[in-house]
């Protein structure tokens, strides 16, 4: 009786999908949908802004290889394919994407498959949410959030997974194997990341050498600073400057349709 007045509510709303609203009122929480060949349905007002779109209209049809480069966008459609081949949710997978201003920075995204009618597997739902300050609510992300807090506190220093895990009375081993679980990546490559999403941000906000920026965030050297950032982002250090440096984040309308980064 009671899914029988659910379901009779549901087909008074007809086909317009109206909770999307609901996504207009949570600033930091954005929401997609895309089909089997990873093109967008529908997104939140919030992605919509990020992708530089006026309205929903102009990105419906598109795929991620419209708005990010190939390297980023072939993991954001490697996960839509899990997805879709196990019809299992994947979820916590930290991410980069793009921040309001148009630069990129680490986000959380949950991904859940979309079955139609018959049960065919149809598409991928999912939501995007700001990594900085996000509460840990899910149980295994909580049992890493004081050690997310803590990279996060010293990761400009030469901080070692050995320090890590000896601050929370654990083998680097336990550590590797709870970062991987609730992140998907182990301590060392979350680290790395932390430091090139600082780097990011103090290549387009000061004029400090390349190989200070390195010292500053605990790289052995210049080249293995500029090593890792292009593996990260896809570029050099000193092209992601030249191209983003002093509030240049409206040259983001270039990031992606067509570019593709060395």
Same mark, same amino acid.
């Given at each position: 009786?009671?899914l029988?007045?659910?379901r009779?509510?549901? %087909?008074?709303?007809?086909?317009?999908? %109206?909770?999307?609203?609901?996504?207009?009122?949570?600033?930091?929480?954005?929401?997609?949908?895309?089909?089997?060949?990873?093109?967008?349905?529908?997104a !939140?007002?919030?992605?919509v &802004? &990020?992708? #530089?779109?006026?309205?929903?209209?102009?990105?419906?049809?598109? /795929?991620?290889?419209?708005?990010?480069? +190939?390297?980023?966008?072939?993991r954001?459609?490697?996960?839509?394919?899990k997805?879709? +081949?196990?019809?299992?949710?994947?979820?916590?997978?930290?991410?980069?994407?793009?921040?309001?201003?148009?630069?990129?920075d680490?986000? $959380?995204?949950?991904?859940?498959?979309?079955?139609?009618?018959?049960?065919?597997?149809?598409?991928?739902?999912? =939501?995007?949410?700001?990594?900085?300050?996000?509460?840990?609510?899910?149980?295994?992300?909580? %049992?890493?959030s004081?050690? $997310?807090?803590?990279?996060?506190?010293?990761?400009?220093?030469?901080?070692?997974?050995?320090?890590?895990?000896? @601050?929370?009375?654990?083998?680097?081993? %336990?550590? @590797? *194997? #709870?970062?991987?679980?609730?992140?998907?990546?182990?301590?060392?490559?979350?680290?790395?990341?932390? *430091?090139?999403?600082?780097?990011?941000?103090?290549? =387009?906000? !000061?004029?400090?050498?390349?190989?200070?920026?390195?010292?500053?965030?605990?790289?052995?050297?210049? !080249? +293995?600073?500029? *090593?890792?950032?292009?593996?990260?982002?896809?570029? =050099?250090?000193?092209?992601?400057?030249? *191209?983003?440096?002093?509030?240049?984040?409206?040259? $983001? +309308?270039?990031?992606?349709?067509? /570019?593709?980064?060395?």
């Amino acid at each position: 009786m009671v899914l029988a007045e659910k379901r009779r509510f549901f %087909q008074k709303m007809g086909c317009t999908q %109206q909770f999307e609203r609901l996504f207009e009122f949570l600033p930091n929480i954005h929401f997609f949908v895309k089909d089997r060949r990873s093109r967008m349905i529908a997104a !939140s007002p919030g992605i919509v &802004r &990020r992708f #530089r779109a006026k309205e929903e209209a102009e990105i419906i049809g598109k /795929s991620d290889y419209d708005f990010f480069p +190939a390297h980023l966008a072939d993991r954001f459609v490697a996960d839509d394919r899990k997805v879709l +081949a196990s019809g299992k949710p994947l979820t916590n997978r930290v991410e980069i994407w793009f921040t309001d201003e148009g630069l990129l920075d680490w986000f $959380v995204t949950n991904k859940l498959p979309i079955f139609g009618p018959g049960g065919a597997l149809i598409g991928v739902m999912g =939501t995007v949410t700001n990594f900085d300050g996000q509460p840990l609510m899910d149980l295994p992300l909580a %049992q890493v959030s004081a050690m $997310v807090d803590y990279i996060g506190e010293h990761h400009r220093e030469n901080l070692t997974v050995e320090q890590v895990a000896k @601050h929370f009375s654990i083998s680097t081993r %336990q550590l @590797h *194997r #709870r970062f991987v679980k609730t992140l998907g990546m182990n301590v060392q490559q979350f680290m790395v990341r932390m *430091r090139i999403q600082s780097a990011c941000k103090l290549l =387009t906000e !000061s004029d400090l050498p390349l190989a200070v920026i390195a010292d500053k965030l605990g790289f052995c050297d210049q !080249s +293995a600073f500029t *090593r890792q950032f292009r593996e990260t982002m896809g570029m =050099t250090p000193r092209r992601f400057k030249n *191209r983003y440096h002093t509030g240049c984040s409206a040259k $983001v +309308a270039d990031f992606g349709k067509g /570019s593709r980064f060395p």
